[in-house]
T-cell receptor
């Protein structure tokens, strides 16, 4: 089955700097890649997703890039703010073939230092 | 904005007891899921459910687990005889469908299960 790895496990950044989290996946058939943000004690919230027919997607300060050849995708957060502090999970699935189970990475703890 | 809800938020049980975790998916969603997260580990897929039947299950989802949609709103996960290693956070999720544009999964707040 799909295996998703996520690096680094913890990331500390100064407020205003950028944060980048990288994920790799193993199944070349995966074609849907969501990112979830989980604040302490709260539910995972989708922040952005990308499908395999595009290489990059942006939403305000958040962007995701996908490299299908290398089988990795990255989350970019620019102008980080203290409220960006959370655990970020990447995931992969293959809904085009009816396989919608999400395979998650282990999560990154992002700490934004004011 | 509609959200997935789960009850209870915490459940403590004795090993060997049965537990039922409850979820109310978003009302116009057709696909439902259960995931679990053991402390410090990845979120793991357990099962997906569509049209009143299991559409996919993982190797974790053995005979001790079952799912049910007993009425038009609830979706339940039952663990028949809990083991210590079932202690985890259990997340329910739902999506409108499996196909492109509908596959976004919305998560509930989770039920923290502790088996003693």
């Amino acid at each position: 089955g799909e295996n998703v790895e996520q690096h680094p496990s913890t990331l500390s950044v100064q407020e205003g700097d950028s944060a980048v989290i990288k994920c790799t996946y193993s199944d070349s058939a995966s074609n849907y890649f969501p990112w979830y943000k989980q604040e302490l004690g709260k539910r995972p919230q989708l922040i952005i997703d990308i499908r395999s027919n595009v290489g990059e997607k942006k939403d305000q300060r958040i962007a995701v890039t996908l490299n299908k050849t290398a089988k990795h995708f990255s989350l970019h957060i620019t102008e980080t703010q203290p409220e960006d502090s959370a655990v970020y999970f990447c995931a992969a699935s293959d809904p085009l073939r009816g396989n919608n189970r999400l395979a998650f990475g282990k999560g990154n703890q992002v700490v934004v230092i004011p | 904005e509609p959200e997935v809800t789960q009850t209870p938020s915490h459940q403590v049980t004795q090993m060997g007891q049965e537990v039922i975790l409850r979820c109310v998916p978003i009302s116009n969603h057709l696909y439902f899921y259960w995931y679990r997260q053991i402390l410090g580990q990845k979120v793991e897929f357990l099962v997906s459910f569509y049209n009143n039947e299991i559409s996919e299950k993982s190797e974790i989802f053995d005979d001790q687990f079952s799912v049910e949609r007993p009425d038009g709103s609830n979706f339940t996960l039952k663990i028949r005889s809990t083991k210590l290693e079932d202690s985890a956070m259990y997340f329910c999720a739902s999506s409108r469908g499996p196909t492109s544009g509908e596959e976004t999964q919305y998560f509930g707040p989770g039920t923290r299960l502790l088996v003693l």
